[in-house]
């Protein structure tokens, strides 16, 4: 813990009166909203702009064209034209010129008068914006190395007496007045904006616009620029006819960028708690002064990370409860010094940095205290380590696929999901990904706790077909025609022992024998799906490795059915997006329809949904809809009560069976947020973790979870709806929940390296848990009560009955056949089985005595 | 009604009040100990004209107090008197009723109740009742139309007189392939749930918005199965809590409304007291009787404007023919909201001020909070014309428009049209009591699912009541566009800004301002 040196910081806040008064600050003006799609990126190697490209056009809909903007920490010296030492030692500063004529007249007043100019130039850009679809005109960026100058920088420490400081703290702070003195002039005071900075920290530089956050690296040719950090904002702004590129996100402090998904309810309050120390926002947009706050805290008062982020996501109610006693002394102090300066609403931020000083560079992913915005953390550890943050899953996977298209340092598939639990004990609702000076990268979260995917398993690099080796078991074992289900059952039991070449030549004898006959392409579409599926011993072969090459092979399998406008009667049929309006009925009702979902667009008219209703209508009772791209709304409103089943595969996109009414879904991935919204009837089972909100409202059915749930799921659920979760729910479980026929098991198991099921810490480590439900029961595994009554609000724990497990055995029992998970491994507890009711509690809903006595007229 | 058939207009029938003695506003009053009993009051009285007015045996009751109030036929009032003057004895006096005193308060006054009771009775207005402002001391009470000040005869009761103006309002300007609904008066009716009134009231309303080829909502209680016979008229709302909303239900509908919120209770969501939890209201919720229901006030699935774009796209993904409507409540940045929801897809706009009413809220919340609708209108109009797209979404006011009159000043301060609750209800014998929220509390029958009490609300009579309103209210609207020299309803909906200059805006005035 550093020592905050009361000398150093305060001359630092009270001089920046001088430079702030009559700074435009009208908190009257409307502040812009920020709902949007936000992601970031950070890698041990180099990466190309290029590759952020395709995640975020999957995440447009998130934005509304109106405002993006990217930011790169890390870059390559070489291709910025300049020595290593210089971009070490250099800020860059950029200047955005809205009006290239204010130029001259900006670099001699702010650039050329205070610093020295190392290299000056203007950044290449495409010809013509309208090239790339863009409206405005994006500005011209002028990019600057320098440093301050020598005489004007000693001036500036003997006024302010800053003699106290380190060298590089003074001219950090001369370089950032220096900034805001421009900005103030040419942009904030004037109603026709000139020019801005975007950027003047070291080692990093922004762009932003008008516009989509890819055109960002289209238009300024970004594409082949390298990094190790990047963050990449769409923006859904809604006020205002005119937008201004410097109201677009990413906002900076110094050597850092902030991106920002959500909006405050409180921006004003934060800009007078700014203004008291003496910081005033200019570009009238509740991001700008959450990077003003992240400022103030990391550079002005030097906090320690963890501090900053507790200053900005508080550690509140339970979870401060749970703290050790230390940390509650120091959070508290924290607290009332700055819990009025904390963003109140829905917000989740992206911070890029670079620690000069400290030589590293960092990724920080902050969410807000209720978890109210959508976040995922993935990290692949292999010959290169990256971690990525983004507001959807099926972005990140987008990107490490592409990433490992063209370069086999990375692999197509990530080694680790997860999500923050905001302002939590357990991980403090926030991570970091550091890349120290010899380009390790190490993941921690807010206290410091490091995460990692590193264990006995190795990443393995796939093996061209000449390479192969063949594989004569597997021939042998195929010249019985086995089904898929002992197919699956050999190969989890042998695939330990394998090589990672044998599991190739296995994956693509697979692919050979599907093609011989629908019968075999059967089997082999069981036993890969089982493969992706279920958890096993991979032995020293990372999971990832495999599911990916099975699911590429299950895809190539699916590819290579025949087109619904050929004649045959085969059992599949492939359609895809270009022949969509062209789909007849099935020519028997054991008929699969494969869809190629890959190039529908997200949802509306043309969309998935669309098409799944039309092909119901005409009769289709089996699909296979695969190489999902984030696409929505899949299944929604489907009413489908006659036995139909759709298979699932890729990255699916939010609001998955909204609505749905009758149909069986089984999803062979994660699902995303707004899962089974609504969900009347049927039955879904997911093959992996769902997102927010799962089931809210639902009316009934049934569902199976193999991973865990996020937060916010079953509120407002009636009827018999029924979930079985095997993982935990982090917080806001089943509010207001009046399922009288229905209930919830939670059984807080994971999965190990081995494939083995182990117990998670606990299976609801938040508060919240029931809150003002009515009826229907939650059945916690949960043999070391770990779950207290302080996580209620409305509620009680009790011990199961025998008519409870007689009402939860069948459906775990359905579970196992599902997932594999043994009811007698639940029963077990550290190896010894155990009555049913020594391991499962009961979660119940109590009368809300203050409620009662209200409506008794008391 | 088929789309493209031409409207033909309901026919008023008459619907008496089913009670047997109506609520009058004048009583005479007879002083026993001066009457002689002569029956000159009888002889002279206009309205008496061939009946008895002296109810001999009332006159011999204890209390000495004799009325002269003959059914149907009632009297004129302090205006008249004849027979106070005539009364050899001086025994006579006339007063306000003790009902009429009872009744109302400053927004719904007596006088409202009685003219709506007269509108749905007959389907027109008389001189007897003020039927266009209430008693509030501001909003619409304190807003004239610039004719209002120079007529002192106003609206009469002469069907000659009135032509029949085009009030029409289309409900998707989006141009975006979706049927465009056009409505012949600029209103459809409010949202009210299964739970808050009862069964025989929302097919009463079901049946005047067919009638009517407008549209009432199912609130956010489900969609009873008896409703779905009007299913081209009833917009099925998608609330909070969800209850009884599923696909066929959102299927069905021509409009969806996503409620956001509710000017009544901003910040809350529905709270359906215990005892109105029946088990019918339990089993179309899928709940358990008997426990208060609670809704949760945010979407859980809508923290941000690209969240409710999600949800909007989602709800026309389910049914891509039904316009989607938002109702929010009004908040100091209800032009955000409403620019936001433009974005995201929204035809209609429902803007629910403060005065609305609820029969599922306690008492602390109810209208409490939120801006009034008189306010909000102008700023989200204005707010939408700066950004170039008012004519592309329907702006919807509501919460607390009474009359014809309220609903001609908010479309005059830049709404495309309004969203009437409490007026129907008040149409079939609301007497605003105020008693909704507890479950056997409703006297009228109304906001009641008590299985006994729900019968009292005949659904054909019902229907006919509000049927009659909008006639009596649309003859208003015609006389209003006739006055201020209108093609049709339409335009008196401002194109650009409404400016107020020196107490004047768009036909209107605020009295306040009059010198």
Known sequence: MTTMNRNTCSPLVSDKHPVTTGANSSIRENVEEGGCGVLGIASSIPIQGRYLLQPLIQMHNRGNGKGGGIAAVGLSAKQLGVSERVLEEDYIMQVAYIDPKSRVEVESQFINSNLNVELAEKTATIENHRSIGLEVKPPEVWRYFVRAKEDKLRQFIEKNGYEGLKPETAEDEFIYRNSFALNKKYYASLGDKKAFVTSHGKNIIVFKIVGYAEQVLHYYQLEDLESHIWIGHQRYPTKGKIWHPGGSHPFIGLHDALVHNGDFANYHSITEYLRQRNISPLFLTDTEVAALYWDLLTRTYEYPLEYAIEAIAPTTERDFAMLPEDKKKIYKAIQATHIHCSPDGPWFFIIARNNPYRREFQLIGITDTSMLRPQVFSLQEGEAKIGFIASEKQAIDTMVQNLAKDDSRFYPMNDLYWYARGGSYTDGGAFVFTIDESKNLLCTDKFGKPISATNHQQHCKRISSHDMPRFPSIDEKLKDRPRGVDLFAYTAKNIEGWSFGEVCSFAETMREYAGKSDEEKSVVVETLTLLIDRRYDTGRKRRSDIVSLFEEKLFDVFNSTSSTESDTNGKYRLIKFEEKNRLKGPAHSNQTLVMDVSEFPPEGGEGTCQLLERACKLGWKNFVAYNFRGQRNFGAGLIARDRVRIDVYGRVGDCLAAFADGPEFYVHESAQDSVAYCFRSGKLVIFGDAGKAFEYGAKGGVTFILGDLIDRPLINSVGSATAVVNGSCKDYMGESCMAARGFTILNGVAFDDHGKMVEQETPYPGGNLFPLAAASAVYLRDPRETVGEDQLNGGKINTISKEDWEKILPLLKENEKLFGIGVEDLLKVDGVMRRPECVYRKVVPVEIAALTKYESGI | ?515
């Not at chain 2, 009285?45 to 061939?50: L, Q």
């Not at chain 2, 009030?167 to 808050?196: H, Q, W």
């Not at chain 2, 129907?424 to 605003?432: N, P, Q, S, T, Y």
């Not at chain 2, 006739?482 to 020196?502: A, H, Q, S, Y």
Request: aromatic share 8%; glycine share 8%; hydrophobic share 35%.
């Open chain 2, 1 to 515: 009604m088929m789309q493209g058939e031409l409207f033909k207009k309901p026919i008023v029938k008459p619907a008496p009040s089913q009670y047997p003695a109506s609520i009058e506003k004048y009583e005479v009053i007879i002083e026993r100990s001066k009457c002689s009993m002569c029956g000159k009051c009888a002889e002279v009285c206009p309205t008496c004209i061939g009946a008895s007015a002296i109810d001999i045996e009332a006159y011999q009751k204890p209390d000495g107090y004799l009325r002269v109030a003959v059914p149907k036929i009632s009297c004129t009032g302090i205006s008249c008197q004849r027979c106070v003057h005539e009364c050899p004895d001086d025994a006579l006096s006339v007063k306000l009723s003790p009902q009429y005193i009872a009744l109302g308060d400053a927004r719904w006054t007596a006088e409202l109740i009685m003219s709506t009771w007269e509108q749905a009775e007959a389907g027109r207005v008389s001189k007897k009742y003020e039927y266009r402002v209430g008693d509030s001391g501001g909003g619409f009470d304190k807003l004239r139309f610039d004719f209002e000040l120079d007529d002192k005869e106003i609206c009469d009761d002469d069907p000659s007189n009135n032509e029949d103006r085009d009030t029409s309002i289309v409900l998707n300007k989006r141009n975006d392939g979706r049927p465009e609904i056009r409505i012949p008066i600029p209103v459809y009716s409010a949202d009210m749930s299964y739970g808050s009134i009862s069964l025989n009231v929302m097919l009463a309303r079901a049946k005047a918005a067919e009638a009517w080829n407008t549209f009432t909502s199912t609130g956010e209680g489900g969609y009873p199965d008896e409703l779905i016979k009007y299913k081209d008229h009833v917009i099925t709302q998608v609330a909070t809590g969800h209850f009884g909303v599923n696909a066929e239900t959102i299927k069905r509908a021509k409009i969806i409304v996503l409620k956001y919120a509710q000017g009544a209770k901003p910040g809350l969501g529905g709270h359906l007291l215990a005892d109105k939890v029946t088990p019918d209201v339990a089993k179309i919720r899928e709940v358990v009787p008997y426990i208060s229901l609670f809704s949760p006030f945010p979407f859980h699935n809508v923290y941000s404007v690209e969240d409710h774009y999600r949800h909007v796209q989602l709800m026309e993904d389910v049914n891509p023919q039904a316009l989607i409507s938002v109702k929010v409540s009004t908040p100091v940045d209800v032009d955000m909201v409403a620019i936001g929801s433009y974005y995201a897809g929204t035809h209609i706009l429902q803007i629910d001020g403060g005065y609305g009413g609820t029969g599922a809220a306690p008492d602390i919340a109810k209208k409490n909070i939120a801006m009034p609708i008189e306010y909000a209108i102008p700023i989200v109009h204005n707010y939408l014309v700066r950004e170039g797209v008012r004519d592309q979404i329907t702006i919807m006011a509501s919460g607390g428009l009474r009359t014809a009159f309220d609903v001609a000043k908010a479309i005059a301060l830049g709404a495309d049209g309004a969203v009437i609750g409490t007026a129907e209800l008040v149409a079939i014998g609301c007497k605003r009591c105020e008693n909704c929220e507890r479950g056997k509390g409703c006297p009228s029958g109304i906001a009641t699912t008590d299985p006994a009490l729900r019968y009292f609300i005949d659904v054909d009579w019902g229907s006919q009541r509000i049927i009659n309103l909008y006639s009596s209210w649309k003859r208003q609207w015609s006389h209003i566009l006739e006055k201020l020299g209108l093609d049709n309803i339409r335009k008196l909906r401002p194109n650009d800004e409404v400016k107020f200059k020196k107490g004047r805006f768009n036909h209107m005035v605020h009295l306040d301002h009059l010198k």
